[in-house]
């Protein structure tokens, strides 16, 4: 069974940093790329970065690029997003997602979601 | 590139209801769909070759015309009820694109 386990989500003040880690399991972890996926509350979802399998290739939205770091480690089947710069606009929940494909650049959809950490930015 | 879709949608129980997502994307790439209830995470229920994955009822299909994809529900059940999103990527240019549209709201009367 594939899980997803989010944790990390905290309560912090404006321009502090926290670092979000995603554990997987029940699959080949590094046969394929991987999403942070974000949504605030009562809103869409935003996707915010993704990760292919080997850290070849790195994406970022363009409202997190240059704060957000994504990194993997394959030996830990763990995938990680450092969020520095924190503001209000980034409040919401973070959702690790799961691509089909192995790398960023290939057609693919999100198969398996974890359940969510809740970031909350406030001073 | 944006992925643009109907904020809500009703349709009576039993009855066929079309979701659209429109986008220049879509052209060159199909559409994924995601289906959202409260509290919970997404679910993927049409992946982007418009495929079901396991345990996705078939009453769910996708398909796909030009700029638009569309989500059709065949005999909507009152469980249907949920946030529907759509979501590509565009790799065309050095940037990549990666989206999902803004959400529809499916109410089932």
């Known amino acids: 069974e594939v899980q997803l386990v989010e944790s990390g989500g905290d309560l912090v003040p404006p321009g502090r940093s926290l670092r979000l880690s995603c554990a997987a399991s029940?699959?080949?972890?590094?046969?394929?790329?991987m999403h942070w996926v974000r949504q605030a509350p009562g809103k869409g979802l935003e996707w915010v970065s993704g990760?292919?399998?080997?850290?070849?290739?790195?994406a970022y939205a363009d409202s997190v690029k240059g704060r957000f770091t994504v990194s993997r480690d394959n030996a830990k089947n763990s995938v990680f997003l450092q969020m520095n710069s924190l503001t209000a606009d980034d409040v919401a929940f973070y959702f690790c997602?799961?691509?089909?494909?192995?790398?960023?650049?290939?057609?693919?959809?999100?198969?398996?979601w974890g359940h969510g950490t809740l970031v909350a930015v406030s001073s | 590139s944006e992925l643009t879709q109907d904020p809500a949608v009703s349709v009576a129980l039993g009855q066929t209801v079309r979701i659209a997502c429109q986008g220049d994307?879509?052209?060159?790439?199909?559409a994924s769909w995601y289906q959202q209830k409260p509290g919970q995470a997404p679910l993927l229920i049409i992946d982007?070759?418009?495929n079901r994955p396991s345990g996705i009822p078939d009453r769910f299909s996708g398909s796909s015309s030009g700029t638009t994809a569309s989500l059709t529900i065949t005999g909507a059940l009152a469980e249907d009820e949920a946030d529907y999103y759509c979501?590509?990527?565009?790799?065309?240019?050095?940037?990549?694109?990666?989206?999902f549209g803004g959400g529809t709201k499916l109410t089932v009367l």
């Open positions: 029940g699959f080949t972890f590094d046969d394929y790329a």
């Open positions: 990760i292919s399998w080997n850290s070849g290739h790195i």
């Open positions: 994307s879509l052209r060159t790439y199909y």
């Open positions: 979501f590509s990527r565009d790799s065309r240019g050095l940037h990549l694109d990666v989206v």
């Open positions: 997602a799961k691509d089909t494909s192995a790398g960023l650049y290939h057609s693919g959809s999100f198969d398996f």
């Open positions: 982007n070759r418009n």
